[in-house]
Nanobody, 121 residues
Framework: QVQLVESGGDLVQPGGSLRLSCAASGLIGSISTMRWVRQAPGKEREFVARITWTSGSTNYADSVKGRFTISRDTAKNTVYLQMNSLKPEDTAVYYC??????????????WGQGTQVTVSS
């Protein structure tokens, strides 16, 4: 079995920075992509950023482009989200999600447990 474990959520002031981490564990064979999604109270889940594991190619939502950076550490099977110039509207629960295969080549699409990011004075 495989799973994703998130960390890094916190309370920060507007203009501040935060780095989220999401580590995949288990008998990982290969990772195709990992992404970050967020959900604020009363709002629909929103795509934030995605990274292709092999190439490192990235995609961002327009709302975070230029402020957030997604990256990965292939040796640790970990994806990061560096968040700068944070705004109150970034307040949400942030979830990571992966498309991966285990060592038996079984396909998984696991989700992290979510981590709370609150941007407020």
């Amino acid at each position: 079995q495989v799973q994703l474990v998130e960390s890094g959520g916190d309370l920060v002031q507007p203009g501040g920075s935060l780095r989220l981490s999401c580590a995949a564990s288990g008998l990982i064979g290969s990772i195709s992509t990992m992404r970050w999604v967020r959900q604020a109270p009363g709002k629909e889940r929103e795509f934030v950023a995605r990274i292709t594991w092999t190439s490192g190619s990235t995609n961002y939502a327009d709302s975070v482009k230029g402020r957030f950076t997604i990256s990965r550490d292939t040796a640790k099977n970990t994806v990061y989200l560096q968040m700068n110039s944070l705004k109150p509207e970034d307040t949400a629960v942030y979830y990571c999600n992966a498309e991966l295969r285990d060592v038996h080549r079984k396909l998984y699409n696991p989700w992290g447990q979510g981590t709370q990011v609150t941007v407020s004075s």
